[in-house]
């Protein structure tokens, strides 16, 4: 029941005594900016463990896949596309970059590439399902840090706090809905889409509010 409590309450990100005033600010304290770090660490972590597994890519990276096999680019450029594409539809939703947008993209393909070769990568589907699963939660806590830190969120994160903006709805709730649009489109296109997708797609949205919930809670 307090679960439940949780994704229904959690509608904006809360301030703690280390979030950043606005996110554009280019001299944040030295606390916000360790966290804003812990957060995208720990959201590349979860990726890569979702990777690692072996048990489906996430839902941006199934719309990636598809965009580029209807073109002439790599899946990397397209996730590139993507990710300035979604930047643009901020632009409606009045949100704004900053620190925390830039190292979201440098800190978590860091991580994608130096961790991946260190973590585990199981055959037995039993432990395929807790890896995605603990990938899952393992991102959303990343989320919590880093979107708390206010420093401006990844090019997704701020399309899913822009929409919560708007539609008044719980932050699990859209962030839910749009992977799994984002899903469905990708595999329209030819996205290969897993296991792994589907828990991530539907398990997302909580986890970040979860997160959000923990940190705001316990790192005040």
């Not at 904006?12 to 280019?26: A, G, Q, V």
């Not at 990726?47 to 896949?65: H, K």
């Not at 991580?111 to 699963?133: G, S």
């Amino acid at each position: 029941m307090k679960l439940f409590s949780i994704l229904s309450l959690i509608k904006k990100i809360p301030k703690t005594s280390w979030s950043s005033k606005r996110p554009l600010n280019i001299k944040p304290k030295i606390k916000t900016l360790i966290f804003l770090i812990i957060g995208l660490f720990l959201f590349g972590l979860g990726e890569t463990l979702l990777l690692a597994s072996g048990g489906g890519v996430s839902p941006w990276t199934v719309l990636a896949e598809g965009l580029s096999i209807h073109s002439s680019y790599s899946i990397g450029w397209c996730t590139i596309l993507v990710s300035f594409i979604v930047l643009i539809l901020w632009i409606p939703l009045k949100q704004k970059p900053g620190i925390g947008t830039i190292l979201n993209a440098i800190i978590v393909a860091l991580v994608l590439d130096y961790a991946l070769p260190y973590l585990p990568n199981p055959e037995n589907y039993k432990f395929k399902v807790i890896q995605i699963i603990i990938g899952v939660l393992i991102t959303g806590l990343g989320s919590g840090f880093y979107l708390i830190a206010n420093l401006g969120p990844g090019p997704r994160d701020g399309l899913m706090t822009g929409l919560q903006k708007m539609t008044g709805k719980p932050i699990a709730l859209v962030r839910s809905t749009i992977e799994v649009m984002v899903v469905f489109f990708g595999w329209l296109l030819g996205g290969t889409a897993g296991l792994g997708t589907i828990i991530f797609a539907l398990g997302i949205g909580p986890a970040v509010a979860i997160g959000i919930y923990f940190v705001s809670k316990n790192f005040k």
